[in-house]
């Protein structure tokens, strides 16, 4: 029977990042050690269907449609979501200043 990996929200923001970056999907795995390719696709999904929440949860535990993460307070889920916000600015960044890179070279 398989065992089911759990990757951290960092190394899926990053994995994400990096396929945004022009960066192969084979290299992705074996820098961050993801073992299965489908497994960068579905996050990629996630991504662009801005549901980067699921992002977050657990393996093997899939929410409801439409819906997010139960929050223990309204301090939790503003927390999130700000976190959720900063990751979207820094990912904007990052693909401008590839952007800019890009058109600098003759």
Not at 28 to 39: A, E, S, Y
Not at 87 to 105: A, G, I, N, P, W
């Amino acid at each position: 029977m398989a065992t089911r990996v759990s990757y951290a929200v960092e190394i899926k923001m990053q994995a994400i990042e990096m396929r945004l970056a022009g960066v192969p999907v084979q290299q992705v795995m074996d820098q961050l050690g993801i073992k299965n390719g489908t497994q960068l696709k579905v996050w990629m999904s996630w991504y662009r269907k801005g549901e980067l929440h699921r992002l977050e949860q657990p393996v093997g535990k899939q929410y409801r449609y439409g819906k997010g993460p139960e929050y223990a307070s309204e301090l939790e889920k503003l927390k999130a979501e700000n976190r959720f916000l900063k990751q979207q600015v820094d990912v904007l960044k990052k693909y401008q200043e590839l952007e800019r890179m890009c058109h600098l070279r003759p």
